[in-house]
């Protein structure tokens, strides 16, 4: 695989596994427009220019249009357009539904579904000009099967995976795939903050018995934003180390 000449936006990239999927793809030879909401992320773009990579950076809410649609001009002054988008942007606020109050509710719908609807379509427009466009959504394997305390996060990633098919159908006549990733457990800052005793139990199901890497999750989204995948569209794949089969 390799991306030279090629322009990816990965919303969410100042760490975790958007971090490593900039990574992944910039070394692959793509221009990289990082995206997050603090300079965290600015820090991150000088450390992957410090490694040869081609780096755009904006900071920026995906709950906004404004900033989604500075997200995309900054891929087309820097870099000439849009290739790839990688809706990685998420958050957790988990709690049982009993104690949940609407505001986690609506934030993390938000920040997750929102935000990926926005980037979706900002991407899109100047993807169907091109008549070329990867579309990869980092879902979780909570919104394919839910999880206890998790309603409103398992409901924005359940919501990824209709928009991500609604999206494939729309746009394959324009030469656009679009497809969805669902992480297991992963190594990053989200699940770091899970009580020990959650994630011993969740290593007892998972086949491979590790958690995964954020690289683990990037060596498949790079798959889905290759060329190579040409021919897959409106797919689901679980990176989870056979936690669910
Ligand atoms: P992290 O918490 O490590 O990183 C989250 C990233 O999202 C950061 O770059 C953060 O930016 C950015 N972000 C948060 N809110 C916004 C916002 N409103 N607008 C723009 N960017 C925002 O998470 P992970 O790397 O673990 O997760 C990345 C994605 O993978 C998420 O969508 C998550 O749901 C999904 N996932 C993760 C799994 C895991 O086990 N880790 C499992 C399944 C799915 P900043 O640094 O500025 O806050």
Same mark, same amino acid.
């Given at each position: 695989m390799q991306f030279k000449g090629k322009t990816a936006v990965i919303t969410g990239s100042s760490r975790g596994l958007g971090r490593a999927i900039a990574e992944k793809l910039g070394k692959l030879g793509a221009n990289v427009?990082?995206?997050?909401?603090?300079d965290t992320v600015l820090k991150?773009?000088?450390?992957?220019?410090?490694?040869?990579?081609?780096? =755009?950076?904006?900071?920026g809410d995906v709950r906004n249009a404004d900033d989604v649609k500075a997200m995309m001009a900054k891929a087309v002054e820097s870099f000439g357009g849009v290739d790839i988008l990688v809706n990685n942007a998420?958050?957790?606020?988990?709690k049982p539904m009993a104690m949940m109050s609407e505001d986690d509710w609506d934030t993390v719908l938000d920040i997750n579904l929102k935000g990926c609807f926005l980037c979706t379509k900002a991407a899109a427009?100047?993807?169907?000009k091109k008549r070329y466009g990867r579309i990869i959504n980092v879902s979780s394997v909570a919104g394919a099967y839910g999880n206890p305390g998790? =309603?409103?996060y398992s409901a924005s990633k359940g919501g990824m995976l209709g928009l991500t098919k609604t999206a494939a159908k729309e746009l394959a006549p324009r030469g656009i795939t679009c497809n969805a990733v669902t992480p297991g457990l992963i190594e990053s800052d989200m699940t770091e903050i899970l009580p020990e005793d959650l994630k011993r139990k969740y290593l007892e199901k998972i086949a491979l018995g590790r958690f995964g890497t954020p690289e683990d999750v990037a060596n498949v989204v790079a798959f889905l934003a290759s060329d190579e995948a040409g021919y897959v569209t409106g797919q689901v794949i679980d990176i989870d180390g056979g936690l669910v089969m």
């Open positions: 427009v990082l995206t997050g909401t603090s991150t773009a000088s450390e992957l220019e410090e490694m040869g990579i081609k780096v =755009a950076v904006v900071v998420g958050i957790t606020k988990d427009k100047l993807m169907i998790q =309603a409103n």
